[in-house]
């Protein structure tokens, strides 16, 4: 709006132009709108019909009191809700998960039931 006023000659600030927009009540957009991703259509998930059948990872965030970040990899079991990873570190890097991971297949293996 302001170029616009800008180009048939009212010669105000940015501000002025703002606020005798804002006071007429109208709304004002700054920037483009995002552009939304249509979801893709994925499979249905397939229920764990056994232990060791379908796992479930996630990240737990937490800071301590001196401010440090603390991030905590949880691995569950979904069919016997049994966890065999809680893993915490203050730096987790891809490499980490996949140890972490392979430790578990590993474990899993002599502990199935």
Known sequence: MHVVLDREGWRHS????????????MQLRNTTPKRR??????????EAVGPNDVWAKDFVHDQLALGQKLRILTVVDTH??????????????????????????????TRRQ
């Open 80 to 109: 016997s809700r049994f966890c065999p990873a809680l893993d915490a570190c203050f730096s987790y890097r891809g490499e980490d998960v996949v140890k972490t991971l392979e430790k578990c297949a590993a474990g899993s293996v």
């Open 14 to 25: 940015v501000k002025k132009t703002y606020s005798v927009y804002k006071a007429m009540g």
């Open 37 to 46: 991703v249509k979801a893709k259509l994925r499979e249905e998930r397939a």
